[in-house]
Structure formats: C-alpha cells, structure tokens
C-alpha cells in the first residue's frame, strides 16, 4: 500500500471542535444556542444507530437537540404536520428528517416541506436549485464533507480533473455541483457510462458514490489520484462469525490504495464528516436567521 490514508475521524473531530468554539461565542456574546430537531420514522437498526449519534454530537457541541420519533405506521400527514411545528418553532434553526422513510411515504413531499432556512440536509428542491445555479444555499452534509477533504488536501481544486462514480440526488450531483464551482473539470460517471474504467483512470479526483461494494479497482485509479470512498456496504463476513457482516466501501480499498495518492478508508473516512457537517450546517443556519456573520471555513 502507497496511498496516504485520509483520516476521516480525526477530520471531523476537527470540524466539531471549531463548531463548539463558535457555538460558545454565540452563547456568550449574543445569547443565542443553534438548535438541531431530527426526526426519525421508524424502527430502521442504522438509521437509529445515525440519530442517536446525530443527537449525542449536538449536545456535545453545545447546542440544542431534538428527536423526534415517530412509529412507522403513522401517515405522511402526521411526519408534515411535525415538520411544520419545527419550522414555526424559533429555538430550531435546522431541521433533518432521516432517511429513508418508510415505504408508504413520499420523501419528495416531506423534504420540500421543511422551511428552505433550516433545512440543514440541503435537500430542498429551493436548496438543490440554488446550489446548482452558484448561489448562498444549504449543501448536503457528505458532499460538503468531501468538499472539505479536497480543499484541505488541494488547497485549489481548479483545473482538476474530478470525476463523480454515481448519479444520486444525495452525493452524486451535488458533488459535481461544489467541484464545478470550485472551478474542477468535472464529469458523472453511472451504469450507462461507456468503458466506465477508462473515465476514472482520466481522474485526479475520484468520488465513488455508487453503492456497489467494492466496484472500483485498482485499475481504475490513475496512479497518484486522490480517492474520496462514499460507499458503506453492508456484506457479509462469514470468518467473523455466522451472520456477521462488516462494512465495505465502493472502492475496493487493498488494491486502489495500492495506486491512489491518497485515499479515505470505509469506515473512519467520510461517514464521520457527515455529521460534523451536519453540526456546521446548523451553526450556518442559526447565523443567517440571526442575520450574523457566517462562521469561515465551515460552510462551501
Ligand atoms: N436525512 C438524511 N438521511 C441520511 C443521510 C443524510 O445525510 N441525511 N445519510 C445517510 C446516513 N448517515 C446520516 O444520516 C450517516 C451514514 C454513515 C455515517 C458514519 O459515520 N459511518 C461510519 C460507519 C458506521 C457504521 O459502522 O455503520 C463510517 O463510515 O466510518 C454517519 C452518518 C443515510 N440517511
């Protein structure tokens, strides 16, 4: 293995400190505390696992925190119903609808429900539409996570070629939004993409976001390449045991790491900075409804 490895815990820890520090100096110079509501539906093992740490790390940084759990049976109408009660409720400056819902509901409806300003998801069809034009919006937590990795290892990414393995609404496009406003050469990779292998092996940035475990290889990676991983796979790992599993991502990492400048690991790479960027969404949002200064380096 050549690769440096990207420490993604130590990033985000990073990130949650000067957080805290800001949140502190709101406190103390203007009397305000941001306030983060989630809200889970639902029994989903992970996505209980991501809230509670979700709630654990706003606390410890020294704001608000909410959850809000709701059965899995309850209606579209009720999960809306909530979300306006939080859009109206001033000490709430973002609110996260976890996802995915169950299956009954439509996401689309639920997410465009929630106030623009507070939407610290960045999935508002209004926020979607401002990142893609250039303009001040809220940016999807991993993205903006990846973003952060990239500047800090970068400096500049203009003129780099970046290329962005998946087409999703969560990562996938609003990455190639943030490195095309960074000035990067930017091309969207997906299953329809023709000698998908020779696109990747053209990249100084390669994001994976695809959600196929270990689809990418070494020989896909340009030697010296910077390798962002966003995959978490769930496979099964039968030397640890019956019905084990461990978590992979959509690199496979021994042999990209073999190739790549620069790599981060599944798990401890950019899983950890979704939250961390989840905390500075909510510092931005509290900011701007208070009309104050946006905290640098913390926002894209
Ligand atoms: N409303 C949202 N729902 C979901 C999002 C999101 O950004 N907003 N993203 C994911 C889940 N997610 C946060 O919600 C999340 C996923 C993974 C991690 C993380 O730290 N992963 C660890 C490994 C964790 C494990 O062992 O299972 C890592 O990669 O090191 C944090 C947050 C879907 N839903």
């Given at each position: 293995?050549?690769?440096?490895?990207?420490?993604?815990?130590?990033?985000?820890?990073?990130?949650?400190?000067?957080?805290?520090?800001?949140?502190?100096?709101?406190?103390?110079?203007?009397?305000?505390?941001?306030?983060?509501?989630?809200?889970?539906?639902?029994?989903?093992?992970?996505?209980?696992?991501?809230?509670?740490?979700?709630?654990?790390?706003?606390?410890?940084?020294?704001?608000?925190?909410?959850?809000?759990?709701?059965?899995?049976?309850?209606?579209?109408?009720?999960?809306?119903?909530?979300?306006?009660?939080?859009?109206?409720?001033?000490?709430?400056?973002?609110?996260?609808?976890?996802?995915?819902?169950?299956?009954?509901?439509?996401?689309?409806?639920?997410i465009n429900?929630i106030s623009p300003a507070k939407d610290v998801d960045g999935f508002h069809i209004s926020n979607v539409g401002l990142l893609g034009t250039g303009q001040k919006s809220m940016v999807p937590?991993?993205p903006l996570?990846?973003?952060?990795?990239?500047?800090?290892?970068?400096?500049?990414?203009?003129?780099?070629?970046?290329?962005?393995?998946?087409?999703?609404n969560?990562?996938?496009k609003p990455m190639f939004n943030l490195?095309l406003r960074?000035?990067?050469?930017?091309?969207?990779?997906?299953?329809?993409?023709?000698?998908?292998?020779?696109?990747?092996?053209?990249?100084?940035?390669?994001?994976?976001?695809?959600?196929?475990?270990?689809?990418?290889?070494?020989?896909?990676?340009?030697?010296?390449?910077?390798?962002?991983?966003?995959?978490?796979?769930?496979?099964?790992?039968?030397?640890?045991?019956?019905?084990?599993?461990?978590?992979?991502?959509?690199?496979?990492?021994?042999?990209?790491?073999?190739?790549?400048?620069?790599?981060?690991?599944?798990?401890?790479?950019?899983?950890?900075?979704?939250?961390?960027?989840?905390?500075?969404n909510?510092?931005t949002a509290?900011?701007r409804?208070?009309?104050?200064?946006e905290?640098?380096?913390?926002t894209a």
């Open positions: 293995m050549s690769a440096e490895i990207i420490d993604g815990k130590a990033f985000a820890a990073r990130i949650r400190g000067e957080v805290g520090s800001h949140v502190a100096r709101l406190k103390q110079e203007h009397g305000i505390v941001p306030g983060l509501a989630v809200v889970l539906v639902g029994e989903d093992p992970a996505s209980q696992v991501y809230v509670r740490n979700k709630g654990k790390q706003t606390v410890e940084a020294g704001m608000h925190s909410e959850e809000h759990r709701m059965d899995a049976s309850v209606s579209e109408a009720e999960v809306i119903a909530m979300v306006e009660r939080l859009n109206a409720d001033p000490k709430i400056h973002g609110i996260l609808v976890q996802l995915p819902l169950p299956s009954h509901m439509n996401s689309e409806i639920v429900t937590c991993t996570g990846c973003l952060m990795m990239l500047r800090d290892r970068f400096g500049s990414l203009s003129g780099q070629n970046a290329v962005v393995v998946g087409r999703s969560i990562v996938g490195l960074d000035s990067a050469t930017v091309t969207v990779a997906h299953s329809r993409t023709r000698d998908i292998e020779a696109v990747c092996r053209g990249a100084d940035i390669l994001v994976a976001a695809v959600g196929r475990p270990e689809m990418i290889r070494g020989d896909w990676v340009k030697p010296g390449a910077t390798v962002i991983d966003v995959g978490i796979n769930r496979v099964p790992a039968p030397e640890k045991g019956e019905g084990k599993h461990r978590i992979v991502g959509d690199c496979h990492f021994e042999s990209c790491a073999e190739v790549a400048g620069a790599i981060t690991p599944v798990p401890g790479g950019v899983g950890p900075m979704t939250i961390a960027c989840l905390l500075a909510t510092l509290c900011c409804a208070n009309r104050l200064p905290p640098e380096g913390l």
